[in-house]
Structure formats: structure tokens, C-alpha cells
């Protein structure tokens, strides 16, 4: 396969058994064991993936994600012990792509790289050509947004939620479509993750976020994109 995939956690044993599982699938694996270990491989070795403890010795997690997300857009799967969804949104608001919740499977955690990794990277038919809404630039094809000509940096399921919305503008999506659309049709978490993400998004492209110009709620239903193409 030829990706690599960064586990990081205090627990050797579980850092361990996670890499048995995944090089046997074909990946390449890196460790660490603390929070500014996995910071400096992951900024030195890029790595296709983190696989990202939560509770860390130096820097815990949510501290690693932020300030990867700031530089990076890495996909990163978060592991927790901590199993209410509000721990579980945290993670994703701080910009995680997934998470997996211990004691976990290790079968199961494999499958979830494999289709982080996969919505990360694939796109399905021929993606048209960059489109235009007012000041907001997005290319499909590239994976790039661009708000007034400055680069915006979202995470692949930020990217993946703005593009189903922005490709069928006007639309209404429900939080379960989104869901299918961001995370694949064998995804089982929570609605509400739309909503994190959602909220991420106009932090990063609304001019007012309180007030958006782009993505819109509809009541009862989900969200639609109001932009209107300029061509």
C-alpha cells in the first residue's frame, strides 16, 4: 500500500498490538509514546495518518491535534477512553476525522484507517473545475479552499462536508446524509459530528459565522449551500 501510519500511545502494549495489525495490512508504521515525541515524527516524517491517544504524557492529545491541525491536514483518528458524546465531538472540534473508543478492537481500528485513509484520497467520477461562490474559491480537484485568495486550511472531512453541499447548492442535506457523504455509508457515529464540523467550517469561511453567508440551517432538516456560482 505504501502508506504510514503514526500510532501514538503511552501504552507500548497497545502501540504494539495496533502496529502487528496494521503492517500486516501493508502499512508502514511509526510510534511514539508521548505528545512531543509524536509532534516532532509527525512533523519530520509526514506521515499518511495519526493514530492519536488522547491521554498523553507532556502533551495530550487534543493539545498534539491542535497544534497539528494548525500546520497540517493529516487525517487523524483519536483514541479515547472517555466514551460520552461530548468527549467525543471535542476531538473532532479540535479538527480529528474519526475516533475509536477503548477498550477497541484492533480489527476494527485497521478498517477505520483504511477508510479514513481511502475518503481521503479517492474521488468518486470526474470532480469539475474550480468553482467560485462571491469570495470563496473551492477546487475539487486539488482539495483546496480558498477564502478572498488566502488559503483556508480544513480538514479532509471539512472538505469532504463542504464539497457535498457546495457540489448541489440550494439543496437540503439531512445530518444523515452528510454523514454518508463525509464518513461512508458504514459509519456509525453520531449526527451531531455534522454539526461540529458544520460549526468548524463557518469559523474558517463565514466573515460572520453567526451569520452565514454560506452554509445555511434548515429547520428540521440539516444544511444547504447558499452560495451562488460566479463564473
Known amino acids: 500500500m505504501g502508506r504510514t501510519v503514526l500510532v501514538v500511545d503511552d501504552d507500548k502494549k497497545i502501540v504494539d498490538l495496533v502496529s502487528l495489525y496494521l503492517r500486516k495490512e501493508g502499512y508502514a508504521v511509526l510510534c511514539a509514546y508521548n505528545g512531543r515525541e509524536a509532534l516532532e515524527v509527525a512533523r519530520r516524517e509526514q506521515p499518511d495518518l495519526i493514530v492519536l491517544d488522547l491521554l498523553l504524557p507532556e502533551m495530550d492529545g487534543m ?18 477512553a472517555r466514551s460520552t458524546d461530548e468527549d467525543k465531538l471535542l476531538g473532532l472540534d479540535l479538527g480529528a476525522d474519526d475516533y ?6 484492533p480489527r476494527e481500528l485497521v478498517a477505520r484507517v483504511r477508510a479514513v485513509l481511502r475518503r481521503a484520497a479517492s474521488a468518486d467520477g ?3 473545475p474550480d468553482v467560485c461562490y462571491g469570495d470563496l474559491t473551492i477546487s475539487f480537484i486539488r482539495h483546496e479552499v480558498s477564502l478572498r485568495n488566502r ?4 480538514t479532509p472531512t471539512e472538505f469532504r462536508v463542504l464539497e457535498a453541499l457546495a457540489r448541489e447548492p440550494g439543496r437540503a442535506f439531512s445530518r444523515s446524509e452528510l454523514l454518508d457523504r463525509a464518513f461512508g455509508h458504514d459509519y456509525e457515529g453520531i449526527e451531531r459530528t455534522v454539526d ?29 449551500f447558499e452560495g451562488h456560482h460566479v463564473a
Open 63 to 80: 493539545q498534539v491535534c491542535h497544534a497539528l491541525r494548525a500546520e497540517s491536514r493529516v487525517p487523524i483518528i483519536m483514541l479515547t
Open 100 to 105: 475509536v473508543t477503548k477498550p477497541f478492537n
Open 126 to 128: 470526474e470532480p469539475p
Open 151 to 154: 488559503p483556508v486550511n480544513l
Open 196 to 224: 461540529v464540523h458544520v460549526m468548524n467550517l463557518r469559523r474558517k469561511i463565514e466573515p460572520e459565522p453567526g451569520k452565514p453567508r454560506y452554509i445555511g440551517t434548515v429547520p428540521g432538516v440539516g444544511y444547504r
